[in-house]
């Protein structure tokens, strides 16, 4: 699989792992290597395809932190069209139940699938 730039669904993985680790260990002073292993991109996409709840307990409207980084990007960006499609996506994985309460994607041990 080649991933390229335009790779909406990359982009949204991107933001569900080390963004929000990144924003986690900033926050709460874990390291990036205590993190648990998330879900390869393979397995992402094939979930979001999949489109059936992975886990019930997390499933929910997207949080507040990757919804307001949304929106500051959309502030900045020359390409909204390409924002408003990673907000799809990501918008999909919380309610897929892909996203732990720390706003990172399930970690490969706890899929429910």
Do not use: C, W
Request: charge should be negative; charged fraction near 30%; proline fraction near 2%.
């Amino acid at each position: 699989m080649r991933i390229t730039p335009d790779n909406t669904q990359f982009a949204a993985y991107s933001r569900l792992t080390v963004s929000a680790h990144l924003r986690n260990q900033l926050r709460d002073g874990t390291s990036m290597t205590e993190q648990q292993e998330d879900l390869s991109f393979s397995k992402f996409q094939e979930l979001l395809d999949e489109e059936k709840v992975v886990n019930q307990k997390n499933a929910r409207e997207m949080s507040d932190f990757h919804r307001s980084a949304l929106e500051t990007q959309m502030n900045y960006t020359d390409n909204p069209k390409r924002t408003q499609e990673v907000k799809g996506i990501m918008e999909k994985a919380f309610a897929l139940g892909l996203v732990d309460e720390d706003n990172t994607l399930i970690n490969k041990f706890d899929q429910k699938a």
